[in-house]
Every structure is written in C-alpha cells, then in structure tokens.
C-alpha cells in the first residue's frame, strides 16, 4: 500500500509562485513514473506533468515553460515548482503514480487546493 500527501497549495496572486510537495510513504525510486494532474471546478481531471525515473519530463501546453516537475529519491518526495501562475491554473493539485511493475494499483493523494486571484 502506497500513501500520497500533497502539501504547498494556497492563494496566490496571478504572477506569483508556489511549490507543491507530494510525500510518499514508500521509496519512491522504484516508481517508474509519477504524475501531478488537477482538477478544477466543472472540469475534467487533466494530466499536468509527468517524470519517470530517468529524469525524462513531460507538460501540458498550458503550463510549459511555467511549472517544473521533479523528484527527490532520498526524500520520496515528488515536488511540482509552478511559476507566472494564472487564474486559469486554480485547481486542486493531485499527485499519482500509475500502474507499473512492481504497482499494479493506481495511488492518489488527497489533494492540495491552488487559488490564483487575478
């Protein structure tokens, strides 16, 4: 069993910056991929960012080259470091790891709320 918690969110003013965490209670390591999505109000949940193991990284459009993904092994924390934050990017952050091997489950966090005021 794997748990999830996401801490960082809060309110914030369009332009500003938030670090979202996301602490693990297993060894991350072996996670070959872990994911943040969000949600926002009447929204689908979308994919937001993605890192895999060796270091590889992946974004939505909408938040290239504004937010980075990494990951801290030795502290089996997930981080997402989101810059020049605009309204439109207030959701409720949620970190994931998808089926893989050695993780056949799903695992979601409970997620942390971001509000960006224009």
């Known amino acids: 069993q794997v748990q999830l918690v996401e801490s960082g969110g809060g309110l914030v003013q369009a332009g500003g910056s938030l670090r979202l965490s996301c602490a693990a209670s297993?060894?991350?390591?072996?996670?070959?991929?872990m994911n943040w999505y969000r949600q926002a109000p009447g929204k689908q949940r979308e994919l937001v960012a993605k890192?895999?193991?060796?270091?590889?990284?992946n974004y939505a459009d909408s938040v290239k080259g504004r937010f980075t993904i990494s990951r801290d092994n030795a502290k089996n924390t997930m981080y997402l470091q989101m810059n020049s934050l605009k309204p439109e990017d207030t959701a409720v952050y949620y970190c994931?790891?998808?089926?893989?091997?050695?993780?056949?489950?799903?695992?979601w966090g409970q997620g942390t709320q971001v509000t960006v005021s224009s």
């Open positions: 994931n790891t998808p089926p893989q091997p050695y993780y056949p489950f799903e695992y």
């Open positions: 297993g060894t991350i390591a072996s996670f070959n991929v």
């Open positions: 890192i895999i193991r060796g270091g590889s990284t």
